[in-house]
């Protein structure tokens, strides 16, 4: 099992930053992908951003040039650097770790953005 714990959000004014964190704990593999997607009310979850132990990233094309994904391997964590953020980037942020085909979520953080 692996449990996630999120911090980092809240809110903002449009053009404002957030960073958000997540930090991972439990049977953890080296081989892992970790990341964040978010959920707006009425939408569907969808992807944001990723980044593979290795460090290859993949963001969703809303947020490139404003959103960077970054992870510390030591400490098992990844965060999510917003910028120039957009009342329609709010929404529930879940952070998901993947490995062996087992997908792990966090409880969610939600970000809210005033315009």
């Known amino acids: 099992q692996v449990q996630l714990v999120e911090s980092g959000g809240g809110l903002v004014q449009a053009g404002g930053s957030l960073r958000l964190s997540c930090a991972a704990s439990?049977?953890?593999?080296?081989?892992?992908?970790m990341g964040w997607y978010r959920q707006a009310p009425g939408k569907v979850r969808e992807s944001v951003a990723t980044?593979?132990?290795?460090?290859?990233?993949n963001y969703a094309d809303s947020v490139k040039g404003r959103f960077t994904i970054s992870r510390d391997n030591a400490k098992n964590t990844v965060y999510l650097q917003m910028n120039s953020l957009k009342p329609e980037d709010t929404a529930v942020y879940y952070c998901?770790?993947?490995?062996?085909?087992?997908?792990?979520w966090g409880q969610g953080t939600q970000v809210t953005v005033s315009s």
């Open positions: 998901i770790y993947r490995a062996r085909g087992n997908d792990y």
């Open positions: 439990g049977s953890i593999f080296s081989m892992n992908v």
């Open positions: 980044i593979t132990s290795g460090g290859s990233t």
